[in-house]
């Protein structure tokens, strides 16, 4: 990296807070330390995260944190906002740019919030929503019973094909039937594309809203490497932590409906959104995370960036690959994006187990219920891994075959009590471990210094 030679405030600052923290408390300093170790020495494959970049992480440290500022650029109801107004609304115009869309929201401090926004922009309490089911690769806010979103709202859902893909006839007849005020498409266990145009058919069919949360695959739309849903959807979410590499936090952006008018309003959808993210569902937007948002969209719009999710991509299919080699049954029959789901409970591991026992040797995945799951959340069939972390270590293809035949060597380890417990042979364990730790080693978070 290039080495700039005149230290900054900014600089001065930084390092000044990190002597303060190491001063004023040593004890969470050092579990902060831990944690940066920990990160170095393990192989990070859980598909809902990815390893930030430096420059985004550092925004969300800045003393922008310390501005109230309600409201929206040039319209705020504090004072002290003019270098406040310049960042939010540099990364407004970033995430129209990056994603060719007419109007952007950064304030929602999530994408579960940004989902919120939508439906009660066009939604009232009690009318249809139509989701993909939790057990076909859908997210609790996209009609659960868990969440705000089945609730409050009637949610019917749509599944999977028996070949594993979304099931697109169904979820017109569902539609037909229900006649939902708001349709969702968008995943968070599902790896393979997405078809927008089917959805927006179905949603004019039946005169519904559709909602387009890309929230795992946005890094992916971004580069061009999946089809995006900007102008297919009326609105569409995402968070910036997932496979933007950029810090945490919400996104809504509206591409060619935006002068449309919202349900029963004068207002424009482009308006009821601004106003349902403020003051409706949120005060003072977080303006840290706003400049992390900021330097993130600058990211993944980079040719930088462009290799990195070709990489993403290309070490999902070799990990898939590498599973089916082994004789594991990949659900959805293998990825076209980031995600790889593995049927795990056919091999005589519980979800939890498999998660467990891969994590204690530092390989971190995480269970995930798969297509008619017999097991509950807490158990689950499946583990779903992600390749976001991977790729920011420069992992190539012939890697993936290693780290599956770690994960093959710990489950054919695992003695499974219950779905619940298992044991595993410590001498095994940290043998494992030691594999795991010399890959890191080998392949360092390229954007990290290593730990000392
Ligand atoms: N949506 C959850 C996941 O995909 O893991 C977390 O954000």
Same mark, same amino acid.
């Given at each position: 990296m290039q080495e700039l030679e005149t230290t900054t405030d900014l600089t001065r600052f930084a390092q000044n807070a990190i002597q303060r923290l190491r001063e004023v408390d040593p004890e969470l300093h050092a579990i902060l330390e831990d944690e940066y170790r920990r990160q170095a020495n393990?192989?990070?494959?859980?598909?809902?995260?990815?390893i930030a970049d430096p420059a985004a992480l550092i925004c969300e440290a800045m003393p922008t944190m310390n501005v109230?500022?309600?409201?929206?650029?040039?319209?705020?109801?504090?004072?002290?906002?003019?270098h406040i107004?310049?960042i939010?609304?540099?990364?407004?115009?970033?995430?129209?740019?990056?994603?060719?869309? *007419?109007?952007?929201?950064?304030? /929602?401090?999530?994408?579960?919030?940004?989902?919120?926004?939508?439906?009660?922009?066009?939604?009232?309490?009690?009318?249809?929503?139509?989701?993909?089911?939790?057990?076909?690769?859908?997210?609790?806010?996209?009609?659960?019973?868990?969440?705000?979103?089945?609730?409050?709202?009637?949610?019917?859902?749509?599944?999977?094909?028996?070949?594993?893909?979304?099931?697109?006839?169904?979820?017109?007849?569902?539609?037909?039937?229900?006649?939902?005020?708001?349709?969702?498409?968008?995943?968070?266990?599902?790896?393979?594309?997405?078809?927008?145009?089917?959805?927006?058919?179905?949603?004019?069919?039946?005169?519904?809203?559709?909602?387009?949360?890309?929230?795992?695959?946005?890094?992916?739309?971004?580069?061009?490497?999946?089809?995006?849903?900007?102008?297919?959807?009326?609105?569409?979410?995402?968070?910036?932590?997932? %496979?933007?590499?950029g810090g945490r936090?919400?996104?809504?952006?509206?591409?060619?409906?935006?002068?449309?008018?919202?349900?029963?309003?004068?207002?424009?959808?482009? %308006?009821?959104?601004?106003?349902?993210?403020? /003051?409706?569902?949120?005060?003072?937007?977080n303006q840290s995370q706003i400049a992390a948002?900021?330097r993130?969209?600058?990211?993944?719009?980079?040719?930088?960036?462009? *290799?990195?999710?070709?990489?993403?991509?290309?070490?999902?299919?070799?990990?898939?690959?590498?599973?089916?080699?082994?004789?594991?049954?990949?659900?959805?029959?293998?990825?076209?994006?980031?995600?790889?789901?593995?049927?795990?409970?056919?091999?005589?591991?519980?979800?939890?187990?498999?998660?467990?026992?891969?994590?204690?040797?530092?390989?971190?995945?995480?269970?995930?219920?798969?297509?008619?799951?017999?097991? /509950?959340?807490?158990?689950?069939?499946?583990?779903?891994?992600?390749?976001?972390?991977?790729?920011?270590?420069?992992?190539?293809?012939?890697?993936?075959?290693?780290?599956?035949?770690?994960?093959?060597?710990?489950?054919?380890?695992?003695? *499974?009590?219950?779905?619940?417990?298992?044991?595993?042979?410590?001498?095994?364990?940290?043998?494992?471990?030691?594999?795991?730790?010399?890959?890191?080693?080998?392949?360092p978070i390229r954007t990290y210094p290593a730990p000392l």
């Amino acid at each position: 990296m290039q080495e700039l030679e005149t230290t900054t405030d900014l600089t001065r600052f930084a390092q000044n807070a990190i002597q303060r923290l190491r001063e004023v408390d040593p004890e969470l300093h050092a579990i902060l330390e831990d944690e940066y170790r920990r990160q170095a020495n393990v192989l990070t494959m859980v598909a809902s995260s990815s390893i930030a970049d430096p420059a985004a992480l550092i925004c969300e440290a800045m003393p922008t944190m310390n501005v109230t500022a309600e409201g929206y650029p040039g319209n705020r109801f504090h004072a002290g906002c003019k270098h406040i107004d310049r960042i939010e609304q540099l990364a407004i115009d970033r995430a129209k740019a990056c994603f060719g869309a *007419q109007y952007a929201n950064v304030q /929602p401090m999530s994408a579960t919030s940004a989902n919120e926004v939508v439906m009660f922009s066009v939604m009232k309490p009690g009318d249809t929503l139509l989701g993909l089911e939790l057990d076909s690769g859908g997210h609790l806010t996209h009609g659960s019973k868990a969440s705000i979103s089945g609730q409050v709202f009637d949610a019917v859902g749509y599944g999977l094909t028996k070949d594993e893909v979304i099931d697109y006839d169904q979820m017109r007849e569902r539609a037909l039937e229900h006649r939902p005020k708001l349709i969702i498409c968008g995943t968070t266990a599902y790896s393979r594309t997405i078809d927008w145009a089917r959805f927006r058919a179905v949603a004019d069919e039946v005169g519904a809203f559709l909602l387009a949360d890309i929230t795992h695959i946005a890094g992916l739309v971004a580069a061009g490497l999946h089809p995006s849903p900007v102008d297919h959807a009326h609105f569409t979410t995402m968070c910036t932590h997932k %496979q933007m590499y950029g810090g945490r936090g919400g996104l809504i952006l509206i591409g060619k409906d935006y002068e449309m008018t919202a349900p029963g309003s004068k207002l424009t959808l482009a %308006q009821m959104v601004q106003k349902r993210v403020f /003051p409706y569902f949120q005060g003072a937007p977080n303006q840290s995370q706003i400049a992390a948002k900021a330097r993130g969209l600058a990211y993944v719009a980079s040719p930088e960036f462009k *290799q990195v999710a070709q990489r993403v991509v290309e070490l999902a299919r070799a990990l898939s690959d590498a599973f089916l080699a082994k004789g594991y049954r990949v659900v959805f029959g293998g990825t076209d994006n980031h995600i790889v789901v593995v049927d795990v409970a056919a091999k005589g591991v519980s979800g939890v187990n498999a998660e467990k026992a891969l994590e204690d040797c530092g390989i971190v995945v995480n269970k995930n219920r798969i297509p008619y799951d017999q097991r /509950p959340p807490t158990v689950t069939s499946g583990i779903r891994l992600g390749t976001n972390g991977l790729a920011i270590r420069e992992m190539e293809p012939a890697d993936m075959a290693e780290c599956v035949d770690l994960i093959h060597e710990v489950l054919q380890n695992v003695s *499974q009590v219950s779905d619940k417990e298992y044991e595993l042979e410590e001498g095994f364990r940290s043998s494992i471990e030691e594999r795991v730790r010399a890959i890191a080693r080998r392949r360092p978070i390229r954007t990290y210094p290593a730990p000392l």
